[in-house]
């Protein structure tokens, strides 16, 4: 589900929320609610792609005003306009209809939100490492080809493929036209799944796979990388050299597909992507925000432990880290430095990252967490986060429209009211914030 930042949004859609996931379609994929979105606004719904939305409060507003063949007829002429030659056109939409089923996932918005220790207990299981190792020797050859070219580990881009499509198992089975069509005609972002059509169409002409064999995820993310049709114009490439970029079915044109892209999110080559770390009793949480950076030394100076008695510190001290708290500061700690922040870049939710990159350590022995997660403490529901927000607002502590979504004006206000009620400001929404504002 790459998308880069910059076609794609903010990222993940919608909610946002408390703390990470909800499972949806694809097992292990974050899903809603994630509660630290680094960079804008959160997201969440569903598989990836697409862009943040806020709710419509009134469902009149998504009816298309035209039938579905009124709208084929006028994406033709957007399709040709665009360089689409009107035999591929017709035979791509030969059998294309209207999907029910891709609608309701668009706009389903999950009540409750899966906690991050359990989303990391499903993404890291145990049968996941052991496959992911045994294909780290199985590519041995073109992994290591790989890592010359585009600088990103082998661990990394195994753990990617395993988050992503487990492996390459779980692609996703409906026609990428036929659900980026059904998007454009009355999806929430009809742009968006109409520049996505536009460029699925250009694949199809380019010759890389035939309408049939272009699968994907309800929401147009395909093959075994997910990569939505924008990001596989830019990024996808052909390893293998049988001169198709076939992300579906060549595992070396995936995995050099995902390097690629990681390569052009800011990866850097040789770094870790951070590391769990230990805070002082006093430390002041609302530096914790997943976004305010300062050296790994000057994090040192206030008092932040790093691994193995500073041994990782040594070539670390003059990179830029931010410092998350996934649940709140009662969970672990984590320094989170710029190839971290390049993994947000394929899917922009905190625990996608926190599971890519321990993932990768599994493979190794490691990336095992020290810190204990506040299993007591769940998840608000999306619900309950609305009443938080509207809670928070009568309080005059500005939360920004009650639409369930825990983004950077909410964890604001929840600072706010958590520094006056004497406690730790981690900005984490909590039962024991919304139980304390309902009496206030
Ligand atoms: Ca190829």
């Not at 499972?23 to 697409?50: F, G, N, R, S, Y």
């Not at 939409?93 to 359990?118: G, H, L, T, Y």
């Not at 350590?361 to 490691?366: A, D, P, Q, S």
């Amino acid at each position: 589900m790459p998308f880069s930042l910059s076609h794609r949004w903010p990222v993940r859609q919608l909610i946002a929320a408390t703390s990470f996931i909800l499972l949806v379609a694809c097992a292990e994929k974050p899903t809603a609610a994630d509660a630290q979105t680094l960079q804008a606004t959160p997201v969440a719904t569903a598989p990836a792609i697409i862009p943040p939305v806020v709710p419509s409060t009134d469902p009149l507003d998504l009816q298309p005003t035209q039938t579905f063949a009124e709208w084929q007829a006028s994406f033709r002429k957007d399709a040709l306009a665009a360089g689409i030659r009107p035999d591929l056109f017709d035979r791509a939409f030969a059998n294309v209809s209207f999907d029910a089923s891709v609608i309701r996932a668009d706009r389903s918005q999950p009540e409750f939100s899966r906690p991050v220790w359990e989303y990391l207990d499903g993404a890291l299981s145990p049968l996941r490492v052991r496959k992911g190792q045994a294909l780290i020797d199985q590519y041995a050859d073109v992994l290591q080809s790989i890592e010359q070219r585009y600088g990103v580990d082998r661990q990394t881009l195994v753990s990617v493929w395993g988050m992503e499509s487990n492996f390459g198992q779980v692609q996703g089975s409906k026609s990428v036209i036929n659900s980026l069509a059904t998007l454009a005609y009355e999806g929430r972002r009809p742009g968006f799944a109409h520049a996505q059509l536009i460029a699925a169409l250009q694949i199809l002409q380019q010759g890389d796979i035939t309408p049939e064999k272009m699968l994907g995820s309800w929401a147009g993310a395909m093959g075994q990388t997910q990569f939505i049709p924008t990001t596989y114009n830019t990024h996808a490439v052909d390893f293998d050299g049988d001169g198709r970029r076939d992300i579906w079915g060549s595992p070396a044109d995936a995995l050099a597909s995902t390097a690629h892209y990681l390569q052009s999110s800011g990866w850097q080559r040789g770094q870790p992507w951070g590391f769990e770390v230990q805070l002082p009793g006093d430390f002041n949480y609302t530096l914790a925000d997943g976004a305010t950076r300062k050296s790994v030394a000057e994090w040192r100076q206030l008092g932040v432990i790093l691994p193995n008695s500073g041994q990782v510190a040594a070539g670390s001290d003059q990179l830029s880290a931010a410092l998350l708290l996934p649940a709140g500061y009662r969970g672990p700690a984590f320094l989170i430095l710029d190839n971290f922040r390049a993994i947000l870049k394929y899917n922009n939710s905190s625990s996608y990252a926190l599971a890519v990159s321990l993932l990768s350590e599994r493979f190794n022995g490691g990336g095992l967490i020290s810190g204990s997660w506040p299993k007591d403490d769940l998840p608000l529901s999306r619900t309950e986060r609305m009443e938080l927000q509207t809670l928070l607002s009568a309080r005059n502590y500005d939360a920004g429209t009650a639409d369930g979504i825990i983004g950077a004006n909410t964890r604001k206000a929840i600072r706010s009211a958590q520094q006056s009620l004497g406690w730790p400001a981690d900005g984490y929404p909590t039962h024991k914030l919304l139980e304390s504002l309902r009496t206030q």
